[in-house]
């Protein structure tokens, strides 16, 4: 199948179109025509070097489109499906045995190795290999994905706002959902009113939190989130001692924080910023952060804990996200702006310039 994507040929070079050449599915797997593609942080990371993947390479992994080609043994998923792609897992180590396919122990290998399960591709380029990504690469026309990425949807909903589901808006509710398991009444700060920390915020208001805390520097943002459910909005560069305000917010500090943007000074707010036997939810992309163990987990019972994919078994917390959203109570239209496929360099440069929260890829 010819196919139209956005392909990376060397570390931190911008996205040049090219028509590909995608193979039919294997077994265990379908081929699915792409309507939409969230733009992700992850993408970055392996397109600037940071995630170390084989180029040429096909990014994308936040797609949603329509199943128009299913390989042998496919169970539960039909040709004319509408579909979310997410991440890629092996279904027999431990971790998924145990129903924790987010981290699944093959993660990086099925993820950001660059090849399918069975260690070939199915995208092609003037009749060489194109590295693809999370098992399907779903910036182009057409995807190929092994089942186990693939979550079908209700017809009903627009296909194109529906991709990020499959990583960052998962990510930001799961953590808030299926992570942290938030309660009634409790309190709640997120670090960074982005995509993933809006998704948290929507979630926490899901959730019935009291006080839905959002920190982040540009006012824009703090707005946003506040129509999405923050009852309070902090402006890091306009208040001198964020930890104090959320504590006097809270009453003695927040029950949960969701830390979201890898900032190493702020990493340490979320976890200061709890009170005693608080829980920390880091979901953000960090290095090296220096903390005070003794000070800042020890001495106040509290604990620091790493989220992927918002602990979500996709095909189960998926289609609640969709119910939620078509009952008014997640709002994820609110984060997106769509463009071209064509537009990608630019839909990437406007969300750096922040004109775009959540910039989406139509095809």
Same mark, same amino acid.
């Given at each position: 199948?010819?196919?139209?994507?956005?392909?990376?040929?060397?570390?931190?070079?911008?996205?040049?179109?090219?028509?590909?050449?995608?193979?039919?599915?294997?077994?265990?797997?379908?081929?699915?025509?792409?309507?939409?593609?969230?733009?992700?942080?992850?993408?970055?990371?392996?397109?600037?070097?940071?995630?170390?993947?084989?180029? &040429?390479?096909?990014?994308?992994?936040?797609?949603?489109?329509?199943?128009?080609?299913?390989?042998?043994?496919?169970?539960?998923?039909?040709?004319?499906?509408?579909?979310?792609?997410?991440?890629?897992?092996?279904?027999?180590?431990?971790?998924?045995?145990?129903?924790?396919?987010?981290?699944?122990?093959?993660?990086?290998?099925?993820?950001?190795?660059?090849?399918?399960?069975?260690?070939?591709?199915?995208?092609?380029?003037?009749?060489?290999?194109?590295?693809?990504?999370?098992?399907?690469?779903?910036?182009?026309?057409?995807?190929?994905?092994?089942?186990?990425?693939?979550?079908?949807?209700?017809?009903?909903?627009?296909?194109?706002?529906?991709?990020?589901?499959?990583?960052?808006?998962?990510?930001?509710?799961?953590?808030?959902?299926?992570?942290?398991?938030?309660?009634?009444?409790?309190?709640?700060?997120?670090?960074?009113?982005?995509?993933?920390?809006?998704?948290?915020?929507?979630?926490?208001?899901?959730?019935?939190?009291?006080?839905?805390?959002?920190?982040?520097?540009?006012?824009?943002?703090?707005?946003?989130?506040?129509?999405?459910?923050?009852?309070?909005?902090?402006?890091?560069?306009?208040?001198?001692?964020?930890?104090?305000?959320?504590?006097?917010?809270?009453?003695?500090?927040?029950?949960?924080?969701?830390?979201?943007?890898?900032? &190493?000074?702020?990493?340490?707010?979320?976890?200061?910023?709890?009170?005693?036997?608080?829980?920390?939810?880091?979901?953000?992309?960090?290095?090296?952060?220096?903390?005070?163990?003794?000070?800042?987990?020890?001495?106040?019972?509290?604990t620091m804990q790493g989220f992927i994919q918002g602990n979500a078994i996709p095909q189960l917390f998926i289609p609640k996200l969709v119910e939620y959203f078509k009952a008014g109570l997640f709002p994820l239209d609110k984060l997106i702006k769509v463009y071209d496929l064509e537009q990608i360099n630019e839909a990437y440069d406007d969300v750096h310039k922040g004109k775009a929260?959540?910039?989406?890829?139509?095809?």
């Amino acid at each position: 199948m010819l196919s139209k994507a956005a392909v990376i040929y060397n570390p931190g070079e911008k996205y040049v179109i090219e028509n590909i050449e995608v193979a039919s599915p294997k077994a265990n797997e379908v081929m699915v025509k792409i309507v939409g593609c969230g733009l992700c942080h992850t993408d970055e990371l392996a397109q600037t070097g940071i995630i170390p993947i084989t180029m &040429p390479v096909v990014l994308g992994h936040e797609g949603a489109g329509v199943v128009v080609e299913i390989g042998p043994g496919v169970e539960g998923i039909n040709v004319g499906d509408h579909v979310v792609l997410s991440y890629s897992s092996c279904g027999h180590c431990e971790m998924c045995l145990t129903g924790n396919a987010n981290i699944c122990v093959n993660n990086m290998r099925l993820n950001f190795g660059g090849a399918m399960s069975d260690g070939t591709s199915r995208l092609s380029l003037n009749g060489k290999d194109v590295s693809n990504f999370f098992g399907h690469s779903s910036f182009g026309n057409y995807a190929v994905a092994n089942q186990r990425n693939v979550v079908v949807v209700d017809k009903d909903v627009d296909l194109t706002i529906l991709g990020p589901l499959g990583c960052g808006i998962q990510t930001g509710a799961g953590t808030v959902l299926n992570g942290l398991r938030c309660k009634f009444g409790t309190s709640i700060v997120v670090f960074g009113a982005g995509a993933v920390g809006c998704a948290a915020i929507m979630a926490a208001k899901i959730a019935n939190c009291q006080n839905i805390i959002a920190i982040d520097i540009v006012p824009e943002k703090l707005q946003l989130a506040k129509e999405l459910g923050a009852t309070h909005v902090i402006n890091g560069k306009e208040v001198e001692d964020v930890v104090k305000e959320i504590q006097e917010i809270t009453k003695g500090g927040a029950h949960y924080s969701v830390e979201t943007t890898g900032v &190493p000074a702020l990493v340490n707010q979320s976890l200061y910023s709890l009170r005693t036997g608080g829980h920390c939810a880091v979901v953000g992309v960090s290095g090296d952060v220096t903390i005070n163990v003794f000070g800042a987990i020890m001495l106040e019972g509290r604990t620091m804990q790493g989220f992927i994919q918002g602990n979500a078994i996709p095909q189960l917390f998926i289609p609640k996200l969709v119910e939620y959203f078509k009952a008014g109570l997640f709002p994820l239209d609110k984060l997106i702006k769509v463009y071209d496929l064509e537009q990608i360099n630019e839909a990437y440069d406007d969300v750096h310039k922040g004109k775009a929260l959540k910039a989406v890829v139509k095809m």
